[in-house]
């Protein structure tokens, strides 16, 4: 559906110093281009105008909204938004514009992209601030933002683009179509595939946190590997993957990290895994593909995960896990006098069961 | 008691190329100086020179302390400070100057600025190194460091200051009087109040992690609002704030936010609230006003928490709390012997309840 | 048996603009140097040339390797590599080129600096987009990368390397042959002892958590200490210590720190102590000497740890520690059914306990 193109915008935040239209400028969105990019059948004006989306128990005129309940029977959206994404079986209880798709919410993340005010800008080539060491290989189309800092021997695919601010050590490779936010750090020898996003304050390839014992305190171990991250990566704000020790660590393909998580060096993640925010991954564990990992989640080091394994927000796995599933070992809170209680049963449980 | 323009003098770290006085060059502050700023009664020589503070428990000369124990009856400050913040009742028990006040923690609190170095820095104007697009609305007073980049569409209150390195995206407004740390990054349509205070290597508004599944993979939904801070909202370093997927993440008036904290897109968090480091809320959660948020406590996704909900460090919350009080899930850390044994019964319990 | 210049072999990351060679025409390393080095025993040609290092049990030809575990009679490495730090009685299992030591893991620690390819760059001295106020004293040999900023009133020792885009606020000393990654934050006032390495994104000295309630809401109170570092202190990614509100927060010497760490106001940390990522240490808090803390363990504020006590992941102290030891209190996750029926079985022990 979706032009390899279209996935070019440039985001507004990345290109900072080169956004030139307010969101309020906007031009519209037709309906007719909302249904094209999700396969939608249109009911009613194709060439209605869109400025906009809003939650559809927030309708507003002029927007795009999506209708993802079960039933709209008794669903009443007032007012009604301009055009609704919406299933066949609901489509008669709207009386807006309809574009009838197969799952609505998917369809809105299709054409969600079709109202970032980023696909006005313009790509704005290489600042003449940044740095780029002159032999580094760019392709065309790629655009480098203020103050970056490129080094010796790297490669940059075709319309990628670094925001401000982006630090990218010797050696480094990146494919085509990238969005590098600003404030982003590749340390030496790090891979990144094509369509990868990543958010300011990222940091790739940080030394691995590796010591032996001695007499004399903690001996630092060089860390000689980097970082390969498969295509369609995507990694959130402040998060940090360290290089590893001898060979890399490795994100397969189309994995999805939110912020501020911490992968370990050596560690391996499946293709298609997700993780969200404070996740910590300690060193050499291998998580697999199609996982998902809820917030807070930790897995200690020298593990193997499964594949399609589930974890819970706030679960620590200590033991690999060979059979996928959904785990957990979070405690809900309660208020404190019953936890308190609840504690002082759980140090006295030796006393229930040697009777 | 604290005039305006007192919140505006620039913390050196912020000014960072243009501090230009050592710690030990600087005046001293009077004893009426101090007794000015938190309303306080002097028993002593109201012109006493104080170059400092330090704990009543290490007491220095030339330094000023304050007492904030119930009785001083039987505590023997050796050496005394020059000065003491102190209550009438506890006044008695001190030689030194005293600076009587109704409660010696917060006299101390509104009086520590006088001791900052900062306070003898002087602005410095728009670092010639810094971009700012020339769209921009600067107001009198602001203050822009080295490398710092400012986008298209922006408004900067007065007095208000950025430190080195810092990132403003297009479309943001901040107020008056705040003070942006070095290496902040405020990404597109982020509005930030008035005297604010924001620390190194935060991120806000970072795209939201937002995905539907599809047979392809995740499929990335457009992270469509932006990020709103109310006044007075202090943000440590390396904390991040997602924006919003369709309408704006939202922190209130007075909110103060430690180091290294996550809030998710599309969250909303009441005035007054505090949150200790390490705390992570998770999508569309809505924190109440007045709320007391312990060191890494955790709140899941699309909760409702109510005003002066107290969660205890380390609390994980799975469902909305409708009820203020105190609520905890934290097992204080206990020798490993003992602690694998509770963990063995607990995997047990199902005996003792099947009996 | 290592001298004091090898230590200061730049890191690549650190100079990103100046490294000029690629991994793969790295020189290669004999086995007389390696030998040297970890002060081994060669069995074979001295004079073999290594190439880069690969683990045992996928060990490449060119390479060198290490054999840690006990016995390698049966163990056979299929290829062999080049050369194998191996101890005496394991050294006969081998046909490749045997270095002979007492400790092989400890060994490679002191040997893998050799195969960094970083060894072979060259400092790059101040770089023109530097920013350093005129009265900063800087010792021989310091390099300074490109878009720092160093502020007034600075020391910094010899052969001393800061990466690009590092920030020194005013007033800081840094000891010699240091290595300051790309994108650090010092605050003003903090002290950095020798050999320390600083890991991108870390954030020094920013403003501790302090606040005296009012009826105003919460008051913030000046943060007037600093931070100091002492000798051969490493802190990883994304790390923050804040700075402390009277005296310094201080780390001790060969003090080891992860990613993403957290170390509030006032804390102290003693020597030779090493936390793995994420950990959090609340304000005010005593670490002692030789502790070792697990990935994500939380230690509550105004407490003391004693020297050498263990903390495994995910444990939360509660109360000071008075004697060394392990201590634990992470619940491995489970899954989630078993687990459900846990919690619900914790909820209900006070009926046990009151039969």
């Known amino acids: 559906m979706s032009e390899p193109d279209d996935e070019l915008v440039p985001d507004q935040a990345v290109l900072s110093a080169?956004?030139?239209?307010?969101?309020?400028?906007?031009?519209?969105?037709?309906?007719?281009?909302?249904?094209?990019?999700?396969?939608?059948?249109?009911?009613?004006?194709?060439?209605?105008?869109?400025?906009?989306?809003?939650?559809?128990?927030?309708?507003?005129?002029?927007?795009?909204?999506?209708?993802?309940?079960?039933?709209?029977?008794?669903?009443?959206?007032?007012?009604?938004?301009?055009?609704?994404?919406?299933?066949?079986?609901?489509?008669v209880h709207f009386q807006c514009v309809r574009i009838v798709v197969g799952d609505p919410y998917l369809a809105y993340a299709k054409v969600s992209k079709l109202f970032d005010p980023a696909r006005v800008s313009t790509a704005?080539?290489?600042?003449?601030?940044?740095?780029?060491?002159?032999?580094?290989?760019?392709?065309?189309?790629?655009?480098?933002?203020?103050?970056?800092?490129?080094?010796?021997?790297?490669?940059i695919g075709k319309n990628t683009q670094l925001g401000s601010h982006v630090i990218i050590d010797a050696n480094c490779e990146i494919g085509h179509g990238c969005r590098i936010g600003s404030r982003v750090t590749l340390r030496a020898n790090t891979k990144v595939g094509s369509r990868c996003r990543l958010s300011s304050g990222v940091v790739i390839g940080a030394c691995g946190f590796g010591y032996a014992p001695s007499k004399e305190g903690w001996q630092a171990i060089a860390q000689l590997g980097g970082v390969t991250l498969g295509d369609d990566v995507d990694i959130?704000?402040?998060?940090?993957?360290?290089?590893?020790?001898?060979?890399?660590?490795?994100?397969?393909?189309?994995?999805?990290?939110?912020?501020?998580?911490?992968?370990?060096?050596?560690?391996?993640?499946?293709?298609?895994?997700?993780?969200?925010?404070?996740?910590?991954?300690?060193?050499?564990?291998?998580?697999?593909?199609?996982?998902?990992l809820g917030g807070r989640a930790s897995v200690l080091g020298h593990l193997k995960i499964a594949d399609e394994t589930i974890l819970n927000a706030g679960?620590?796995?200590?033991?690999?896990?060979?059979?996928?599933?959904?785990?957990?070992?979070?405690?809900?809170?309660?208020?404190?006098?019953?936890?308190?209680?609840?504690?002082?049963?759980?140090?006295?449980?030796?006393?229930?069961?040697?009777?």
Chains 1, 2, 3 share one sequence.
């Open 236 to 292: 959130g704000a402040n998060t940090t993957i360290d290089r590893g020790a001898i060979n890399d660590t490795v994100i397969g393909n189309r994995v999805k990290l939110d912020n501020q998580i911490q992968i370990a060096h050596n560690v391996k993640v499946g293709d298609d895994t997700i993780m969200a925010g404070c996740v910590a991954i300690a060193g050499s564990t291998e998580i697999g593909a199609k996982c998902q």
């Open 124 to 155: 704005v080539g290489i600042d003449k601030t940044a740095i780029v060491h002159p032999d580094v290989l760019l392709d065309d189309g790629v655009s480098i933002g203020p103050y970056s800092v490129v080094g010796s021997n790297c490669r």
């Open 18 to 91: 080169g956004a030139g239209k307010s969101f309020n400028n906007l031009p519209g969105v037709s309906v007719v281009q909302v249904a094209e990019r999700c396969n939608g059948l249109v009911i009613g004006n194709e060439e209605t105008q869109l400025f906009g989306v809003s939650p559809i128990d927030a309708a507003q005129s002029g927007t795009l909204s999506f209708f993802n309940g079960r039933s709209a029977e008794r669903f009443v959206a007032e007012p009604q938004p301009t055009a609704v994404l919406v299933t066949a079986e609901n489509a």
């Open 315 to 355: 679960a620590f796995v200590a033991s690999s896990i060979e059979q996928s599933g959904t785990y957990s070992s979070m405690i809900p809170a309660q208020p404190v006098a019953k936890w308190r209680k609840t504690v002082a049963y759980l140090n006295r449980l030796g006393k229930l069961f040697r009777n």
